[in-house]
């Protein structure tokens, strides 16, 4: 599951078991990247409620699909498998266009984002994404302006930077410690977007 020891839903006790309560999936399972916080259980709430307030909050305006072509696509560039692959399964989910999706996970692993059917404004935000992931500090306040002058307001510029920062630290998680795919239901997220303390994956 990973490189450190993890406690398992049915040995969990206390807070940890209250959390793992509050974010499992079908069958109480539990994806691999919240069960290697369990040696530590309010690093768990901490990057739930990161995870919930940047791909899955009602207030979000960008749809949440398209957030997460930007999760894969930060996934892809730090080259976490497991990141790619969880969320390109709730992609398709999203999305509920097959082909569309494999087109745009094609243009990902080609690293030509520009190929993808996306409009200009989500390939901006794509190249937005790239920049920020690989060479942060060589960001300049006209990136941003890119960003308005294709049509992203600031509030969904924000969420671009925040989905796109969030990922990182998903994908440095999973990486750091090893974490497989090993015995997680791939494509599962949050789906009550109106709730922040709803965890419940489905």
Not at 91 to 108: F, M, P, V
Not at 131 to 137: D, G, Q, R, S
Request: contains cysteine; proline residues 4%; glycine residues 8%.
């Amino acid at each position: 599951m990973s490189w450190i020891k993890t406690v398992p839903f049915d040995e969990a006790t206390g807070r940890l078991r209250k959390l793992y309560e509050r974010v499992t999936g079908p069958d109480n399972n539990v994806d691999n990247i919240m069960m290697a916080h369990s040696l530590r259980p309010h690093s768990m709430e901490g990057h739930m409620g990161l995870y919930k307030s940047v791909l899955h909050h009602s207030a979000n305006k960008i749809p949440k699909w398209f957030l997460e072509v930007l999760g894969v696509w930060v996934s892809s560039l730090n080259r976490c498998g497991y990141c790619v692959e969880h969320h390109f399964n709730g992609l398709q989910r999203l999305l509920a266009d097959e082909s569309r999706g494999n087109a745009i996970r094609a243009a990902i692993e080609t690293g030509t984002p520009e190929t993808a059917p996306l409009d200009l404004a989500q390939i901006a935000a794509m190249r937005y994404a790239r920049k920020l992931t690989e060479a942060p500090a060589d960001l300049v306040q006209a990136d941003v302006q890119d960003l308005r002058e294709v049509g992203w307001d600031d509030g969904e510029i924000l969420e671009i930077n925040q989905v796109c920062s969030y990922f990182s630290y998903a994908n440095r998680t999973v990486l750091g410690l090893g974490c497989s795919t090993d015995g997680d239901v791939l494509g599962l997220s949050p789906n009550n977007s109106d709730d922040p303390a709803d965890w419940g994956h489905s």
